[in-house]
């Protein structure tokens, strides 16, 4: 069974960070929502709070399969300032294993020096992100080498499929997919 570490921070976005657990949940892979401090209780962008499992202290990229940052500009601005999610983002990016981020969250990746050339974000984290060679991407969720981002909330089903596809396998998708009534979502 696959395992992701989902850091949620204050001030996430709401949808992202549980409609892409949820999807990876369906498909069986064990998900750790992790707190950046002992703090448990963590308020979303829009005032929905929600139970993280654990702290991330002590997690290492050797235990996971792929780490998963959720956007909202609150969360993101505290995952990029995070020492400890900085380092396990260089540590997973060196080992080659998963990496992925939604609407704000690849500035996290950026800020940690592993977002490559190839990727997509909400549009106006263009902005904020400097990569040689960005021309803009529209696409609901582009892959990059170990690098998996996705434009926001309304690409999280599709982000979180893509996921499934990446840790699992084309029928657990393909399932989730057809169950979920997402058949917009055409992956990879």
């Known amino acids: 069974m696959s395992r992701v570490l989902v850091p949620i921070a204050t001030g996430f976005e709401e949808i992202e960070a549980v409609c892409v657990i949820d999807v990876m949940r369906r498909a069986g ?24 499992d ?17 956007g909202g500009w609150g969360g993101t601005n505290a995952l990029a300032e995070d020492k400890y999610v900085q380092s396990l983002l260089k540590e997973m990016d060196a080992k080659g294993k ?12 950026y800020t940690a020096g592993v977002l490559k050339e190839g990727y997509t974000c909400y549009p106006s984290v263009e902005e904020q992100i400097k990569v040689d060679g960005y021309q803009g991407n529209k696409s609901a969720v582009v892959q990059s080498g170990n690098i998996m981002t996705s434009r926001g909330p309304g690409t999280a089903i599709c982000f ?26 055409t992956v990879l």
């Open 29 to 52: 892979i064990e998900v750790i929502m992790g707190s950046l401090s002992e703090t448990l209780l963590i308020k979303g962008a829009n005032g929905i709070t929600v139970q993280a």
């Open 160 to 185: 979180g499929l893509a996921i499934v596809k990446k840790l699992v396998s084309d029928e657990a998708y393909e399932g989730l997919r057809s169950g979920l009534l997402a058949e917009y979502c």
């Open 54 to 70: 654990r702290s991330i202290a002590g997690i290492t990229a050797d235990e996971l399969d792929m780490i998963v940052l959720p």
């Open 98 to 109: 998963n990496i992925g981020a939604i609407c704000a969250a690849p500035f996290a990746l």
